[in-house]
């Protein structure tokens, strides 16, 4: 049967749906900044974006056919695309496990959240934040808390050289600073 004229249903989309995997345990670690940015892209999808495309969809439909009316078939897609991130968010936020780097403040061993500097075995010098699986950006030098070169890391202490394996080989790396961010402090 020809894939033009199979029927596209909400449960579909649903199947091909996977969350990111979490290491054994299911614990979804995060930072409260990280938590937040979460919670307000969820409320914003729920409070604004949503209503918006269903009143254009509601207009749309109330225009007649149905069939090629671009306003009415893009406005059902796009609300199928924001119902399955509310779900997706709505679960992630669920499984969160809050944890508040800033408690580590002045600490040398590497924990969740800690900015860390190590060098490779050819002097380069590289530095990463170590943040949740929901709210790692790689391009800003966030990773997540399951990668390998965090796993390799977590627990060290500065000064500690370890083993980071990688598919294409093993590299030794030396852990050269730890740092936190500084706690806040409340004002009487």
Do not use: C
Not at 159 to 180: F, H, K, N, S
Request: aromatic residues 6%.
């Amino acid at each position: 049967m020809s894939k033009a004229f199979t029927k596209e249903t909400d449960d579909a989309d649903d199947e091909d749906l996977q969350l990111p995997p979490l290491p054994t345990g299911g614990k979804n670690y995060i930072t409260p900044a990280g938590y937040a940015r979460l919670k307000s892209e969820l409320l914003d999808l729920i409070d604004n974006e949503r209503p918006k495309v269903v009143d254009i969809v509601h207009w749309a439909a109330s225009n007649g056919d149905r069939s090629e009316n671009g306003d009415y078939i893009y406005g059902k897609k796009r609300l199928r695309e924001i119902d399955r991130r509310i779900r997706f968010l709505t679960k992630r936020l669920e499984l969160a496990e809050i944890t508040d780097p800033r408690v580590h403040f002045q600490n040398k061993q590497v924990f969740f959240g800690s900015t860390v500097t190590y060098a490779d075995d050819s002097g380069l010098e590289r530095t990463v934040t170590i943040l949740g699986v929901d709210e790692a950006d790689s391009s800003k030098g966030e990773v997540s808390w399951v990668s390998p070169i965090a796993r390799t890391l977590l627990k060290a202490r500065e000064g500690d050289v370890l083993q980071l394996v990688t598919p294409a080989q093993v590299t030794e790396i030396e852990v050269i600073r730890v740092t936190y961010p500084a706690p806040v402090t409340k004002e009487i």
